[in-house]
């Protein structure tokens, strides 16, 4: 890959995210989704990630993982919101938003680490992919517990 249009791609990616972030602060979105897509196209189709060599494709990968994790914990979290009584709703989303503030905090820790780095993309990546997947496994004993009261 071309370092240039990787460059450029992962560009566009990091601004996405920030957005997202933006978004999130403003409690537009109480699941945390950071939803980024490269012109229509699955970033898969870019990249192999098990062949990844350069800081760029490292990057990327780690944000694709990061997406694969935050999509898991957003469908966990829909069937939840449906099973939930109507007035327990309110609760677990403002847990989320709260834990949603708690891992991008978490994250700016290895944001100021790497801060400068080519590789500071990837270190926020993993550590919110890490964070997440950790909530997924919370909210999947949540959910089988309520499963298990029907």
């Known amino acids: 890959m071309n370092a240039k249009p990787a460059g450029i791609l992962l560009g566009v ?19 945390g989704r950071e939803r980024v897509t490269t012109s229509g196209h699955p970033p898969e189709l870019f990249i192999n990630c098990d062949s990844a060599q350069t800081q760029s494709e490292l990057n990327l990968c780690a944000q694709m993982r990061f997406q694969k994790a935050d999509d898991e914990l957003n469908s966990i979290y829909k069937q939840l919101m449906a099973l939930l009584p109507k007035e327990d709703r309110t609760m677990l989303v403002q847990a989320q938003r709260q834990w ?3 891992r991008d905090a978490h994250s700016k820790i290895y944001e100021k680490m790497y801060e400068g780095g080519s590789m500071m993309p990837m270190a926020v990546l993993n550590c919110k992919e890490e964070t997440t997947q950790s909530r997924i496994g919370e909210l999947k004993t949540l959910l089988t517990e309520l499963k298990l009261r029907q």
């Not at 990616?13 to 699941?31: E, S, Y």
């Open 100 to 102: 949603i503030v708690y």
């Open 13 to 31: 990616l990091w601004a996405a995210t920030a957005l997202g972030q933006q978004a999130d602060r403003q409690g537009v979105r109480p699941t």
